[in-house]
């Protein structure tokens, strides 16, 4: 049989977290003694009530196909986060819960987006969204948020980027892999930019917007410039605030005739979310706030911990990130060099490869992420296990030539 597969996955690789995270997990199955730090996942257990409450919608019978677009109780929930959290206010035709966050940006852009449209996304950015674009035949536009910036997004860089084909313009503040948290005024700039383009939609992906440290707040830009409301989707989700990445809750706010489509996408594909997973959602978002402030500050003591001790290392920089659970040390310093077992470090690539067998620690290169020379590492693991990497790392440097 001629083996064919769709045009629309033609160059589609692998995220280069999942890589890396393979070639850790073949390392490990060796007897090597790898520390993981490729995969952005919390590691913390799912809040024990929220266990509770899903075994008790079991329990309940609440095991039947749950509406589409999410459970009546929680979209009431999530109604009530974002008017509590964001000071958004949305009808249940304006709210859809999704398999994940990803579930979100998948159904808004196949429901948007055709070949040739453009979809700007500044970099570094999460791998998924320019993938995702790609799969409807779409053109990701990177826009670089600069580290002397803080890497946060320039409303005049993002002005360069914007033409008559795009169709989407993504934000992420909290930013994964960078950390950075787009304040209220540097959201008003964006807002001035994007009202001169009245026909692209905006993709506001704010999942990490509880970790964030230093008294540092995330704003909303549908909050912020309330008239650009009707054009935002507003992503967020359980996985990263509540330690609940294997349940796939995600949940979008957005303008009701946007929704109804990317309902018919879902529909198609996945139908509504897991009932029990949906039901522990709502225990997760009218829980208590406390658990979801504990761990950022444990976060928070974990990122400065990293930053610390590899900034302490010759040939490294490290900006202090505002908010999610990574750093994103810059190895400029080290290319060029050649590695203990004779390997010459042209990219951050080579980096991450040689560290992670040389060094036995598992990291994911910044051109994963679309910015150069960079690793990102998560923080979301023990002290001792941060400790001990980057104690390997300043090894691994140590013994660059
Ligand atoms: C920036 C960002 N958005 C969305 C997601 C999707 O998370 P989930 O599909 O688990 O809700 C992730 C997960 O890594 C992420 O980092």
Known sequence: MARVFAQRLNGLPAPATIEMARRARALRAEGRDVILLALGEPDFPTPPAVVQAAHQAALDGQTRYPPVDGTPALKAAIARKFLRDNALEYAADEIMVSNGGKQVIFNAFMATLDPGDEVVVPAPYWVSYPLIARMFGATPVFVTCREEDGFRLRADALAAALTPRTRWVVLNFPNNPTGAVC??????????????????????????????????RAASIAAVAPDLKARTITLNGVSKAYAMTGWRVGFAGGPADLLAAMRGVQGNATSGVCSIAQAAAVAALDGPTDLVREMAAVYSRRRTLVVEALRAVPGLTCAMPEGAFYAYPGVAGCLGRTTAAGRVLETDSDFAIALLEEGLVATVPGSAFGFSPYLRLSCATSDDALREACARIAAFVAGLR
Do not use: M, T
């Open 183 to 216: 304040q209220q005024d540097d959201l008003e700039a964006i807002a001035k930019v994007l009202r001169d383009y009245p026909d692209v939609w905006i993709l506001s992906d704010e999942i990490y917007e509880h970790l964030v440290f230093d008294g540092v």
